[in-house]
C-alpha cells in the first residue's frame, strides 16, 4: 500500500516537471532569440564612428555656407509655409554633427573634444541666429505662417522625438554600413525650424516667439546628445586614456560636471512635459464629455496650462449657460483631477439662439473649408473671409437690442423725449470700416437747450450701462 502511494506521488509529479522544463526551454529560446535579433554588438565600427564624429562637427570652410545656405531655405520654407522646403533646409543642414560630438565626447571621456564640440555648436547656433534674423528682418512677408506657429514651445511628443532620433541617429552611424539614417534623423528632430523661428522673434520683437523656440531648440539638441551618450556607454565605446591619473580624475570630475548641469535642468522640464501633456489630455477629455450641452454649440477653445493656476476658455453660441451649470462644471474638474484651473465660459450677449446657431453653424463651415477644400494659394482669401464673419457676428451682436421695451423705459424716466429710433451706422476712416449703435432722438417742442443737452448726457450714459455698450451715438434731428 506504501509502495502504491509513492508510485503514484511520483507519477503525480513527473508531468509538472515536464511543464516547468518546457516553458523554461521556450523562455531559453525566446531570450536566445531576442538576443540575436536585437543584439548592437553587429557591424558595429567603433573607432570608424568616433572618426566620422569628429570630422564632421568642424565648423569652418564650406560647412559654414552650407548652414548658412540651410538656413535661408529653412527660413524661406517658414515663410511660405511649405513643408517641402523646410525637409530640404533640414537634409542639408550639418547642425546634426557638433550635437553627436558632445554626446560622443561625454560617454567616452574625451574633454578635448567636449572643449571643441561646444565651440563649434555655440558657433553655429550664433550664425543660425545672426542669418535667419537677417532674412525676417528684409523680407517683406512678416505673417506668422502656421509651420512657424508650431515651432515656438515644445511638447512632450518633441521631447520623444528627440530621444527616439538620438538613438537612430548614433546606432545607424556607428555600422560600418551606415546608411541613411542621419538625413532622417535630422527631419524628425526638426533642429533647423526652431532656430529660424527665434530668428523670426529676434527680427521683429517678438520675444515670447524667440525663447520658445530656442527653448524648443535647446531641449531637442540635450534630448538627442543624451542618446547618444547612453548608446555609446551601452556599447562600450573605448575610453580616452590619460598618462597623468591625476589629470584623469580631473577630466572625470568635469564631465560628472557636466552631465549633471545638463541632465538635471533637463529631466525637470521633460517632468514639467510630462505634467503638462497628462493636464492637457485631461482638459480634452472633459471638455468632449462635459460641455456638449444642448442648444449651445463650442465655436472655439483655449487650454492654458502654467505651473501655478491654468486656465480652461470655452467659447459658446446658443442658449446662455446658467451659474449653477458652471459650478456643477467646476466640481466635476475637481473630480477628474484638473486642480488649479479656472474655468471661464465666454458666451455673447442679447444673441437669439437661432441667429447663434446659423452663425456657427457659419464658421465651421468656413474652417472646414479652410482645412479640406482650400489650398495654400487661397489661405490668405479664406482669412479674410473669417475677419468678414467676424465682423458681421460683431455687428449683429451689437445691433441686436431689446427696442421695444427700451423705448417703454425711456418714457418713463424721459417725458420731454417725443421720439426715439435706432439704428446702426456704418463708418469708413480710411480703410477701416466700423460700426456705431445711434440712437435719433426728437424732443418736445418748447424745450430748453440747456436741459435738452443735460439729459441727453444722462440719457447717453444710461443706454451705455443698459445695454453694455461701449460707444454709441445719439443724434437729434
Known amino acids: 500500500m506504501e509502495e502504491q502511494t509513492n508510485t503514484n506521488s511520483e507519477g503525480a509529479k513527473k508531468p509538472n516537471q515536464t511543464l516547468s522544463v518546457r516553458v523554461l526551454r521556450i523562455l531559453v529560446a525566446l531570450r536566445d532569440f531576442a538576443q540575436s535579433t536585437m543584439f548592437l554588438g553587429d557591424d558595429m565600427d567603433q573607432e570608424g564612428t568616433i572618426e566620422i564624429i569628429k570630422k564632421d562637427m568642424v565648423f569652418r570652410g564650406y ?3 552650407i548652414l548658412v545656405c540651410s538656413i535661408f531655405i529653412a527660413s524661406i520654407g517658414l515663410n511660405l509655409n511649405s513643408a517641402a522646403v523646410i525637409i530640404g533646409a ?49 523680407t517683406p512677408l512678416h505673417e506668422a505662417q502656421p509651420e512657424l506657429l508650431a515651432r515656438t514651445s515644445p511638447t512632450f511628443l518633441d521631447a520623444l522625438i528627440a530621444i527616439f532620433g538620438g538613438l537612430a541617429g548614433i546606432i545607424g552611424i556607428s555600422r560600418r554600413s551606415r546608411g541613411n539614417v542621419i538625413p532622417g534623423v535630422a ?15 529676434l527680427a521683429n520683437g517678438e520675444w515670447s516667439f524667440f525663447f520658445g523656440a530656442f527653448y524648443l531648440f535647446t531641449l ?21 586614456s590619460f598618462v597623468n591619473a591625476d589629470t584623469e580624475k580631473k577630466v572625470r570630475r568635469y564631465m560628472i560636471g557636466f552631465v549633471i548641469v545638463v541632465l538635471l535642468p533637463s529631466a525637470w522640464i ?26 449651445t454649440e463650442i465655436i472655439s477653445k483655449k487650454i492654458t496650462y502654467t505651473d501655478t493656476i491654468s486656465r480652461i476658455d470655452i467659447f459658446i453660441m446658443g442658449e446662455p449657460i446658467a451659474e449653477q451649470t458652471q459650478k456643477q462644471l467646476e466640481k466635476i474638474m475637481l473630480e477628474k483631477g484638473i486642480e488649479n484651473t479656472i474655468l471661464k465660459i465666454h458666451q455673447p450677449k442679447d444673441v437669439s439662439s437661432d441667429l447663434a446657431g446659423r452663425l456657427s453653424k457659419e464658421v465651421r463651415v468656413g474652417i472646414l473649408e479652410d482645412l479640406y477644400k482650400r489650398n495654400e494659394d487661397l489661405i490668405t482669401e479664406k482669412n479674410l473671409q473669417i475677419a468678414q464673419l467676424e465682423s458681421q457676428v460683431f455687428a449683429y451682436q451689437r445691433s441686436s437690442i431689446p427696442f421695444e421695451g427700451l423705448t417703454k423705459e425711456v418714457s418713463i424716466q424721459y417725458p420731454n423725449i417725443k421720439q426715439l429710433a435706432y439704428a446702426v451706422s456704418i463708418e469708413m476712416n480710411g480703410a477701416k470700416i466700423d460700426t456705431i449703435p445711434t440712437f435719433l432722438l426728437r424732443w418736445k417742442a418748447d424745450q430748453n437747450s440747456e436741459i435738452k443737452n443735460r439729459e441727453k448726457q444722462v440719457l447717453q450714459a444710461w443706454l451705455k450701462q443698459r445695454l453694455d455698450l461701449e460707444t454709441l451715438r445719439i443724434v437729434e434731428y
Open 63 to 65: 560647412v559654414v555656407w
Open 90 to 138: 533640414m537634409l542639408i543642414s550639418p547642425l546634426m554633427a557638433p550635437i553627436l560630438a558632445i554626446g560622443l565626447s561625454v560617454g567616452t571621456n574625451d574633454w578635448e573634444t567636449l572643449k571643441r564640440a561646444l565651440k563649434y555648436f555655440g558657433v553655429m547656433v550664433v550664425v543660425s541666429l545672426i542669418t535667419s534674423t537677417i532674412y525676417f528682418f528684409i
Open 187 to 201: 527631419i524628425a528632430t526638426a533642429l533647423m525650424p526652431p532656430l529660424c523661428t527665434a530668428g523670426y522673434g
Open 220 to 240: 531637442n539638441s540635450i534630448f538627442i546628445a543624451g542618446a547618444t551618450f547612453i548608446i555609446v556607454r551601452y556599447l562600450k565605446f573605448p575610453l580616452v
Open 270 to 295: 521633460f517632468y514639467g512635459l510630462v505634467k503638462e501633456t497628462i493636464f492637457l489630455g485631461k482638459a480634452e477629455n472633459f471638455i468632449t464629455q462635459n460641455l456638449t450641452i444642448e442648444g
